[in-house]
């Protein structure tokens, strides 16, 4: 069968103009994480015709990914996520570009990584503090938008960083001087300024000192409509794409649904006070 990529993604017109199919054909997608959330988010993006693609992880599959991750089979146990990746994207649209960075995302390769960009994904692991900081700090100085969401239980939070909006480090109240425990609470305040999770979460289960974190498969794949549809948005200006301080929370166990701006980020009174709280709730 002769491939063709406008009868691949035909369906997506309707939704999509070709003008706008044109531009995720010829747009240059980053994800730094291809586990959970960046699996899932792989598949979404090939299969709305994203055509290039930057994929880097430097982890292999392991058993203890099987819950939530869609790379995660028994044929791929050991095998780095990025060449599964990149094997999926190539069974969707064997004419993609795909650049992979099998080390993640490093001082090294940071510059290469953005290079010719389009919109940048972060689905790094919950703990990649440095790797972050270094991610969202090149993306901005080169006017790319970053966007994540993290899972929460049964949801997720979005969060989109504008290169001309809020900072990253701002938002989150991310200072040079803060200890790890300091940084993992402002995190979890960050992505979680309503903790639904908490109301049914055993908490006991988290084990942060071995940075072990409880996960259903359910909200990656939640995450991955999202994201699409996001990354889609600010490449085709289908719509008004949203930022931070403004967040979106949504939990489908519960059923919720919450859209908040927090004019300070996690700076305000009111979210540094919760801060303590979290400080006290956390196991030392």
């Keep these: 069968m002769e491939y063709s990529y406008f009868e691949a993604f035909s369906r997506n017109l309707g939704f999509l103009s070709h003008e706008g199919q044109t531009r995720l054909r010829n747009a240059r997608v980053a994800i730094a994480g291809l586990g959970g959330t960046g699996g899932a988010q ?13 994929l880097a992880d430097p982890d292999t599959f392991e058993l203890v990914n099987f819950n939530r991750q869609s790379g995660a089979t028994i044929p791929n146990i050991g095998r780095l996520k990025t060449d599964v990746a990149r094997e999926t994207i190539l069974s969707i649209n064997p004419e993609a570009d795909i650049q992979t960075f099998d080390s993640g995302v490093s001082v090294g390769n940071i510059d290469t990584f953005l290079e010719e960009v389009d919109v940048v994904v972060d689905s790094l692991d919950f703990y990649c503090f440095e790797e972050r900081f270094l991610l969202y700090g090149h993306a901005r100085a080169k006017g790319l938008w970053v966007l994540t969401a993290p899972p929460l239980g049964f949801g997720f939070t979005l969060l989109m960083y504008d290169p001309k909006g809020m900072k990253f480090e701002d938002y989150f109240g991310f ?25 049914y979460m055993d908490r006991s289960r988290p084990d942060f000192e071995g940075r072990r974190l409880p996960s ?23 719509g008004s794409a949203m930022a931070v301080p403004t967040v979106y929370q949504f939990d489908a166990l519960l059923r919720q649904f919450r859209k908040k701006t927090y004019r300070w980020g996690m700076r305000g009174p009111i979210q540094r006070l919760k801060q303590i709280l979290l400080d006290r709730m956390l196991p030392r």
């Design 42 to 54: 792989v598949q979404a993006l090939a299969r709305m015709g994203i055509g290039k693609f930057h």
């Design 175 to 199: 200072r040079p001087d803060m200890s790890e425990r300091q940084r993992v609470i402002a995190l979890i305040a960050g992505i979680a300024p309503k903790p639904f999770m908490l109301k």
């Design 216 to 238: 259903v498969a359910a909200a990656p794949f939640m995450i991955a409509g999202v994201m699409a549809t996001e990354v889609a948005r600010v490449l085709t200006g289908k």
